[in-house]
Protein backbone atom coordinates (compact mmCIF):
# COMPACT_ATOMS: atom_id res chain seq x y z
CA UNK A 1 0.00 0.00 0.00
CA UNK A 2 1.65 3.25 -0.69
CA UNK A 3 2.07 5.89 1.80
CA UNK A 4 0.15 9.35 1.42
CA UNK A 5 2.59 12.17 2.38
CA UNK A 6 1.56 15.51 1.54
CA UNK A 7 4.91 16.69 1.29
CA UNK A 8 5.94 14.01 -1.35
CA UNK A 9 5.20 13.81 -5.07
CA UNK A 10 2.92 11.73 -6.41
CA UNK A 11 4.62 8.33 -7.99
CA UNK A 12 5.87 9.17 -11.44
CA UNK A 13 4.89 6.21 -14.19
CA UNK A 14 8.09 6.53 -16.17
CA UNK A 15 10.56 3.60 -15.74
CA UNK A 16 7.92 0.84 -15.03
CA UNK A 17 6.55 -1.78 -16.32
CA UNK A 18 2.99 -0.92 -16.16
CA UNK A 19 3.78 2.90 -16.49
CA UNK A 20 1.15 3.16 -19.28
CA UNK A 21 -1.41 1.56 -17.12
CA UNK A 22 -1.03 4.09 -14.41
CA UNK A 23 -1.56 6.73 -16.49
CA UNK A 24 -4.56 5.49 -17.81
CA UNK A 25 -5.82 5.03 -14.89
CA UNK A 26 -5.09 7.93 -13.33
CA UNK A 27 -6.92 9.70 -16.83
CA UNK A 28 -9.90 7.78 -16.09
CA UNK A 29 -9.84 8.60 -12.68
CA UNK A 30 -9.62 12.55 -13.44
CA UNK A 31 -11.63 13.13 -16.63
CA UNK A 32 -14.85 13.32 -15.08
CA UNK A 33 -13.73 15.83 -12.85
CA UNK A 34 -12.03 18.30 -14.87
CA UNK A 35 -15.13 17.79 -17.21
CA UNK A 36 -17.32 18.61 -14.15
CA UNK A 37 -15.03 21.80 -13.51
CA UNK A 38 -15.44 23.25 -17.10
CA UNK A 39 -19.33 22.03 -17.07
CA UNK A 40 -21.12 24.09 -13.62
CA UNK A 41 -19.96 27.28 -15.36
CA UNK A 42 -20.62 26.54 -18.73
CA UNK A 43 -24.27 25.29 -17.50
CA UNK A 44 -24.90 28.35 -15.22
CA UNK A 45 -23.91 30.73 -17.95
CA UNK A 46 -25.23 28.68 -20.72
CA UNK A 47 -28.92 27.13 -19.38
CA UNK A 48 -29.56 25.89 -22.82
CA UNK A 49 -26.37 23.75 -23.30
CA UNK A 50 -27.28 22.54 -19.72
CA UNK A 51 -29.10 18.86 -20.92
CA UNK A 52 -25.87 18.29 -23.78
CA UNK A 53 -23.51 18.79 -20.83
CA UNK A 54 -25.15 16.20 -18.74
CA UNK A 55 -25.36 13.32 -20.69
CA UNK A 56 -22.08 14.26 -21.59
CA UNK A 57 -20.55 14.18 -18.31
CA UNK A 58 -22.93 10.48 -18.21
CA UNK A 59 -20.87 8.97 -21.11
CA UNK A 60 -18.01 10.60 -20.03
CA UNK A 61 -18.20 8.15 -16.60
CA UNK A 62 -19.51 4.87 -18.39
CA UNK A 63 -16.39 5.54 -20.62
CA UNK A 64 -14.23 6.05 -17.73
CA UNK A 65 -15.16 3.35 -15.67
CA UNK A 66 -14.54 0.77 -18.52
CA UNK A 67 -11.34 2.54 -18.93
CA UNK A 68 -10.73 1.16 -15.57
CA UNK A 69 -12.14 -2.12 -16.16
CA UNK A 70 -9.89 -2.49 -19.45
CA UNK A 71 -6.96 -1.75 -17.42
CA UNK A 72 -8.40 -3.93 -14.79
CA UNK A 73 -8.39 -6.99 -17.41
CA UNK A 74 -4.99 -5.85 -18.98
CA UNK A 75 -3.32 -5.85 -15.84
CA UNK A 76 -4.86 -8.18 -13.12
CA UNK A 77 -5.14 -7.84 -9.81
CA UNK A 78 -1.30 -10.17 -8.79
CA UNK A 79 0.86 -7.96 -11.11
CA UNK A 80 -0.27 -4.82 -9.81
CA UNK A 81 2.14 -2.35 -7.76
CA UNK A 82 0.31 -0.56 -5.19
CA UNK A 83 0.25 2.90 -7.18
CA UNK A 84 -1.99 1.11 -9.60
CA UNK A 85 -3.96 -0.17 -6.93
CA UNK A 86 -5.04 2.55 -5.02
CA UNK A 87 -5.36 4.67 -8.51
CA UNK A 88 -7.57 2.33 -9.25
CA UNK A 89 -9.62 1.62 -6.29
CA UNK A 90 -9.81 4.89 -4.40
CA UNK A 91 -10.04 6.77 -7.50
CA UNK A 92 -13.13 5.01 -8.81
CA UNK A 93 -14.92 5.41 -5.05
CA UNK A 94 -14.12 9.41 -6.04
CA UNK A 95 -16.22 9.15 -9.33
CA UNK A 96 -19.19 8.63 -7.66
CA UNK A 97 -19.29 12.48 -7.05
CA UNK A 98 -19.58 13.34 -10.78
CA UNK A 99 -21.65 10.50 -11.51
CA UNK A 100 -24.12 11.97 -9.19
CA UNK A 101 -24.04 15.52 -10.99
CA UNK A 102 -25.43 13.58 -13.59
CA UNK A 103 -28.20 13.37 -12.38
CA UNK A 104 -29.47 10.06 -12.52
CA UNK A 105 -28.61 8.01 -9.02
CA UNK A 106 -28.07 4.80 -10.96
CA UNK A 107 -25.37 5.85 -12.52
CA UNK A 108 -22.88 6.29 -8.86
CA UNK A 109 -23.37 2.79 -8.36
CA UNK A 110 -21.52 2.12 -11.31
CA UNK A 111 -17.78 3.23 -10.49
CA UNK A 112 -18.17 0.75 -7.55
CA UNK A 113 -17.63 -2.07 -10.03
CA UNK A 114 -14.21 -1.18 -10.19
CA UNK A 115 -13.49 -1.54 -5.99
CA UNK A 116 -15.13 -4.80 -5.90
CA UNK A 117 -13.42 -6.50 -8.73
CA UNK A 118 -10.51 -5.89 -7.37
CA UNK A 119 -11.67 -7.58 -3.77
CA UNK A 120 -12.85 -10.20 -5.84
CA UNK A 121 -9.19 -10.82 -7.42
CA UNK A 122 -7.84 -10.32 -4.00
CA UNK A 123 -9.96 -13.19 -2.38
CA UNK A 124 -9.25 -15.27 -5.32
CA UNK A 125 -5.85 -14.67 -4.87
CA UNK A 126 -5.58 -15.58 -1.60
CA UNK A 127 -7.61 -18.94 -2.14
CA UNK A 128 -5.13 -19.65 -4.62
CA UNK A 129 -2.63 -19.37 -2.50
CA UNK A 130 -4.36 -21.25 0.74
CA UNK A 131 -4.85 -24.14 -1.21
CA UNK A 132 -1.59 -24.63 -2.02
CA UNK A 133 -2.01 -23.91 -5.83
CA UNK A 134 0.84 -22.11 -7.90
CA UNK A 135 0.27 -18.57 -9.05
CA UNK A 136 0.00 -18.60 -13.48
Known amino acids: ?48 TAWVGLWGLRVLVVLAVAGLIAVFVRHPHDDQDGDLTFTMGFGSVLMALPALMGLFWPLALLPQIVPLLMIAAAIRRRLRRGSGDSEP
Open 1 to 48: MPMIVWWRKPPSAKGRPDGRALVAARVCVVAPWVYLAVFLPVAVLAPV
